[in-house]
């Protein structure tokens, strides 16, 4: 069982620096993806902002595609709408092999599991506004 999928239902947003940022978890994205990265070894993603952390990551040695079609079980998939519009998330799989995005959801400020197509990322932003991050082979800055 990933990081990812045994965060589910809890606030990670909550249990990080960035909590008075969050609005109750509304705007918890970044900040959850920090946590289930630095719970998985990865300490310099730090961040409340989705472009904030896309940016550590791609310093560190995270690799960067243009749309959705690329994603993998591991990745990082965001989408920039301009100005304030922009959510993050992590591709896993489900249980029948279906990719799937673990994100925060703003409505409950939780860590849950959406199908592939129906998470905000790929449903609400168009196909060239959808980022994704692969992990560097051998990772340096763990």
Request: charged fraction near 15%; aromatic fraction near 8%.
């Amino acid at each position: 069982m990933s990081l990812s999928e045994r965060a589910q239902g809890r606030q990670l947003w909550a249990e990080t620096q960035f909590a008075g940022a969050c609005e109750g978890g509304n705007l918890g994205c970044a900040a959850s993806v920090s946590k289930i990265l630095q719970e998985g070894g990865y300490n310099y993603a730090n961040s409340a902002g989705v472009i904030d952390l896309s940016n550590q990551m791609k310093a560190n040695g995270w690799s960067e595609s243009t749309g959705a079609e690329t994603a993998q079980p591991g990745d990082i998939i965001y989408a920039d709408g301009g100005g304030t519009k922009q959510h993050i998330g992590i591709v896993g799989i489900d249980e029948n092999g279906n990719k799937v995005i673990y994100n925060n959801q703003s409505s409950t400020g939780q860590w849950a599991m959406d199908p592939f197509n129906a998470c905000s990322i790929i449903s609400d932003y168009s196909p060239d506004q959808v980022h994704v991050l692969h992990a560097p082979i051998n990772p340096v800055n763990m």
